[in-house]
């Protein structure tokens, strides 16, 4: 057989709207045959600060049309459309430019392919981190990344640096960037399955299909855009196909393989898959159709001993834009700035929420939530101790040491969480629930020691979970993953940190909320909403 190189992911077509930065920083210049780009390392610290500015407030248009399509269809639950409505407004909060529609603004990812022909003359990767830098410095965002200094002591690095840079080469003189913000929730739902040639029939696929799905859960804030990937010439190909797919990036490659063996959607699975993800019930995160968006279902060579399986997902805050450098200047790929048009006139009609008194005695909130059935919504007002990761391995710290439950832990309910930085002016930042089921190993002995004995967050838990609940008389709420801008401008009246301050976005804080919506997910009776619909 003769050789013949074949591009691995041969995108044909790139259908992005692009806006124009500027002219400055390139200059062409010939050098023998060839048209050498000098790119000024300013416009590589220009396009990566605007890039990373732009998707932690704003969404791709065609994102925000399938929130509205939600809310349009008569197949959609109540539960579908009230999280879609709410990502609505929650984007018309985030353009105003000081919420960001995320508290959890993110790791930094930036993968570029630059061509042969382009000359900076720096590290390209130092440049891209000067301008995430500036924008995480400038912009109300949150600092999310910890370093180690031993290997078990970490410190945030207060700049949310280190960013994750891949810098590909390629032929020509453009420079091409796929800008990502991937907050913990989505990332933290990436799974690699080893497989081998027995899933590749029909059956066998769609059962691998419909069992993994439940793997996602709904802690990453659906609705989601799903990415499944088949093969891969190693793991690691695999799941940065997984991650790119996610993002729209490859939407325009083939339909169909070749002996070359590049990679291609099958437009018939990712109906299928689509179809199983609404038949699972689960829904834009508390029951019903849409626990995704769309599906991309990606095809790639393999190891005749390996069949790794990819699948990803980019969640509600859809974080992805695209920019590049070409000789006519710096572009970036133009987001929605009127999410405002996607909404309907008026809210979709949703049952009358309970409204819960949180500034009662303990016994009488557990007494009140008592009263009521799983997936029953609820108005929440009152006092909320916020903690997360670090905070509960302190307290764990002090249970271990012989010392009493802190009595805030006792009195109130918890809500996990970390916030965005406080806009001038204004009583909170982002301020959205972060994934549940990182707290989950500590229910059981802190509800024994009279702590967390309500617990607010978003996604589903482990059966360890309910079954503390049901022992010790504990509940967990649901809030809706995603909304963190209007949460932190409707619904969150106060805060102050009250222990910890050290750790900073994960201190211990206290929190005056008003109107917060919620709903019953495990309960005191050993009822759980996601093992119901998982039934």
Sequence with gaps: MEFHYQEPYPILADDTQYKKLTSDYVTVEKVGDRQILNVDPKALELLAENALAD?????????LAKLRKIIDDPEATDNDRFVAYNLLQNAAVAIEGALPSCQDTGTAICSAKKGENIYTGVDDAEWISKGIY??????NLRYSQVVPLTMFEEKNSASNLPAQIDIY?????E???LFLAKGGGSANKTFLYQKTKSLLNDSSLEAFVRERIMDLGTAACPPYHLALVIGGTSAEANLAAVKKASAGYYDHL?????MGGQAFRDLEWEKRV????????IGAQFGGKYLTHDVRVIRLPRHAASC???MGVSCSADRNIKGKITKDGIF???LETNPKQFLPLTPPHLEEAVSIDLNQPMADILAELSKYPIKTRLSLNGTLIVARDIAHAKIKELLDSGQPMPEYFKNHPIYYAGPAKTPQGMASGSFGPTTAGRMDVYVDEFQSNGGSMIMLAKGNRSKEVTNACHKYGGFYLGSIGGPAAILAKENITAVEVVDFEELGMEAVRKIEIKNFPAFIISDDKGNDFFESIAH
């Design 134 to 139: 500036n924008t995480y410095q400038k912009r």
């Design 308 to 310: 790794p399986v990819g």
């Design 254 to 258: 083939p339909t169909e393989g070749n």
């Design 175 to 177: 420079y091409k960037f």
């Design 332 to 334: 970036l790929e133009q």
């Design 274 to 281: 689509q179809k199983i993800c609404q038949e699972s019930s």
């Design 169 to 173: 080469a390629e032929r020509g003189n």
């Design 55 to 63: 998707v932690s407030f704003m969404l791709r248009s065609s994102h």
